[in-house]
């Protein structure tokens, strides 16, 4: 029987890449994100080139209602999720703490860390009641390390890194695994949110040196997923081989 994996943020980049991915490789999908078009396209792709079936969810992970209105909906043979790949997130703005919008600031952290909250606590309630299942959470070498003018940002990432660990200590005894992917930069619409759509800037972000692509990182996720049951990844970090740390080649930042 194929397991059930849920992807949040499959409307592009990594997550569009993973749930490619895990259909090729046994897994039944539920995707989510605000943009249903793109949904609903991936949906039809993934049905047609792979035998797996897929589920769509639109909804904004920000917001609590919602997040538990779009879980509650899934019909009972969808209910029981295997994997949770905690994948929605966002970097907005670049800039000092002076300078900071704190609008900003609110999307990233209600996106980062309290969207994440969210559907964490709904999809692991029934994972507890099983004893069983696997939580994905996609960090960044930005939860590992801080780099300049990414202060807000980095601070959601290092949430990430402590709830990670946070969740594994309150599931270790109820036999769920927990992990924690950390990409370093990888080459998606992750600079074009962070610039507010100015494409000329974003495509700066990738210059002078061969990022990750979103595929590398779904390889990654892949293997994380299909250890042996004993075996839990705790935190992995992928980096393309141009940077060792979070800033050593020219961004023009
Ligand atoms: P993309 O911008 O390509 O994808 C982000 C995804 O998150 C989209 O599918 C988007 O869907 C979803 N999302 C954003 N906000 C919301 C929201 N409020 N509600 C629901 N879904 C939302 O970026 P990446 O693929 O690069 O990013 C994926 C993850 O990887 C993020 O957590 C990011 O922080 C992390 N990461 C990225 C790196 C990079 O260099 N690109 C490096 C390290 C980590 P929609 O807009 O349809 O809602
Ligand atoms: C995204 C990678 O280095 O832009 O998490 O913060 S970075």
Request: glycine fraction near 8%; include cysteine.
């Given at each position: 029987?194929?397991?059930?994996?849920?992807?949040?943020?499959?409307?592009s980049g990594?997550?569009?890449?993973?749930?490619?991915?895990?259909?090729?490789?046994?897994?039944?999908?539920?995707?989510?994100?605000?943009?249903?078009?793109?949904?609903?396209?991936?949906?039809?792709?993934?049905?047609?080139?792979?035998?797996?079936?897929?589920?769509?969810?639109?909804?904004?992970?920000?917001?609590?209602?919602?997040?538990?209105?779009?879980?509650?909906?899934?019909?009972?043979?969808?209910?029981?999720?295997?994997?949770?790949?905690?994948?929605?997130?966002?970097?907005?703005?670049?800039?000092?703490?002076?300078?900071?919008?704190?609008?900003?600031?609110?999307?990233?952290?209600?996106?980062?860390?309290?969207?994440?909250?969210?559907?964490?606590?709904?999809?692991?309630?029934?994972?507890?009641?099983?004893?069983?299942?696997?939580?994905?959470?996609?960090?960044?070498?930005?939860?590992?390390?801080?780099?300049?003018?990414?202060?807000?940002?980095?601070?959601?990432?290092?949430?990430?890194?402590?709830?990670?660990?946070?969740?594994?200590?309150?599931?270790?005894?109820?036999?769920?695994?927990?992990?924690?992917?950390?990409?370093?930069?990888?080459?998606t619409e992750?600079?074009l949110?962070?610039?507010?759509?100015?494409?000329?800037?974003?495509?700066?972000?990738?210059?002078?040196?061969?990022?990750?692509?979103?595929?590398?990182?779904?390889?990654?996720?892949?293997?994380?997923?299909?250890?042996?049951?004993?075996?839990?990844?705790?935190?992995?970090?992928?980096?393309?081989?141009?940077?060792?740390?979070?800033?050593?080649?020219?961004?023009?930042?």
């Amino acid at each position: 029987m194929k397991k059930i994996a849920l992807i949040t943020g499959a409307t592009s980049g990594i997550g569009e890449a993973t749930a490619n991915l895990l259909a090729e490789n046994n897994f039944n999908l539920i995707l989510t994100g605000r943009r249903e078009d793109r949904l609903s396209d991936l949906k039809e792709k993934i049905q047609h080139e792979s035998g797996s079936e897929v589920l769509t969810l639109k909804f904004d992970i920000r917001n609590s209602a919602e997040t538990e209105q779009a879980i509650n909906s899934l019909p009972d043979n969808w209910k029981n999720i295997d994997v949770l790949i905690n994948n929605a997130g966002l970097a907005v703005g670049f800039s000092s703490i002076a300078d900071g919008a704190t609008d900003d600031w609110g999307r990233m952290i209600d996106t980062n860390i309290k969207g994440l909250l969210y559907i964490t606590r709904l999809v692991s309630q029934q994972m507890v009641k099983r004893g069983e299942g696997h939580i994905v959470n996609i960090s960044s070498i930005a939860g590992r390390e801080t780099y300049p003018m990414g202060n807000v940002y980095c601070a959601t990432k290092h949430a990430v890194q402590s709830l990670t660990k946070g969740l594994r200590l309150d599931f270790l005894k109820h036999g769920l695994k927990v992990s924690s992917v950390c990409p370093g930069a990888v080459d998606t619409e992750f600079a074009l949110v962070r610039y507010k759509g100015n494409e000329e800037r974003a495509r700066e972000v990738y210059k002078g040196y061969t990022p990750l692509n979103a595929e590398d990182v779904a390889e990654t996720i892949l293997f994380v997923v299909t250890r042996p049951k004993h075996v839990n990844i705790d935190d992995i970090l992928v980096m393309p081989t141009d940077q060792a740390y979070s800033r050593d080649f020219n961004r023009n930042e």
